[in-house]
């Protein structure tokens, strides 16, 4: 039986490997970076550029952008290591197997959500967002790319078995997404509003809160059925 200590320790170890991988493929992290100012910066030109049109439009602009760049993401999360069995040897391994694929989604998260969350106020600045604003947009996509990313993993483990899966992912992960995309365009057109955010910012937390609990076993769960 394994122990805190040991669980923690398997952990690091998961974090590790997939930062080595990682940097070794570097594509795979910046696509999803590069998608979304792509997206963002692509709204000034196909709209009037007027400054108060792009700022109304600028919450649904970014979050709709941070949403498919996640779905981008998500679905290098589990391919290569279920293709080379590294996923069969985490569940023999003895060690919780949410714990491991929980490890695996925030190292994940560390290298496509958080790059999201800092090019954020450039993009918003872009859409005509004032900079005062900025703190609040990055409080938002902070907590709502958080839970894109857990809800991605599920997403990932249930398509984990079929061949070009990208499809079906985004329509497993699009539904779920809707209360992170409401709530993070409402605290972002709050946010360039100059107006109290705290409320919208206490449901996205609880929302990552939620999923950051079940997430991950339901994740375990699906990929345990996709590698029978």
């Known amino acids: ?28 992290w910046l696509q999803p970076v590069a998608f979304f100012l792509i997206v963002t910066l692509l709204f000034p030109l196909a709209l009037d ?7 109304t439009l600028a919450p649904a602009a970014l979050w709709v952008a941070a949403l498919l760049a996640s779905v981008l993401a998500v679905e290098f999360l589990f391919r290569e290591d279920g293709r080379d069995g590294t996923l069969e040897q985490y569940a023999l391994s003895g060690q919780s197997f949410a714990w491991l694929l929980l490890a695996k989604t925030l190292t994940h998260w560390l290298l496509t ?5 800092v ?55 699009l539904p779920l997404a809707i209360p992170t995309l409401v709530f993070g365009a409402r605290a972002t057109d709050l946010a360039i509003r100059a107006e109290p ?26 990929v345990r059925i996709s590698l029978e």
Not at 1 to 28: C, H, I, N
Not at 49 to 55: D, F, I, K, S, V
Not at 113 to 117: N, T, Y
């Open 119 to 173: 090019a954020a106020p450039l993009a918003a600045m872009v859409l005509g967002a004032p900079a005062a604003s900025i703190p609040g947009v990055l409080a938002a996509l902070l907590l709502g790319s958080l839970s894109l990313s857990l809800l991605g993993a599920v997403g990932a483990g249930l398509t984990l078995g079929v061949r070009r899966g990208g499809a079906l992912l985004s329509l497993i992960v």
């Open 197 to 222: 955010m705290d409320g919208s910012l206490y449901l996205l937390a609880a929302l990552a809160v939620l999923a950051l609990t079940l997430a991950p076993l339901a994740a375990a769960a699906a």
């Open 1 to 28: 039986m394994s122990t805190p200590a040991t669980a923690w320790s398997a952990a690091a170890l998961v974090v590790q490997r997939d930062l080595r991988l990682a940097f070794r493929r570097p594509g795979e």
């Open 49 to 55: 550029p007027e400054p108060a049109r792009l700022r």
């Open 113 to 117: 959500g958080l790059p999201l969350v």
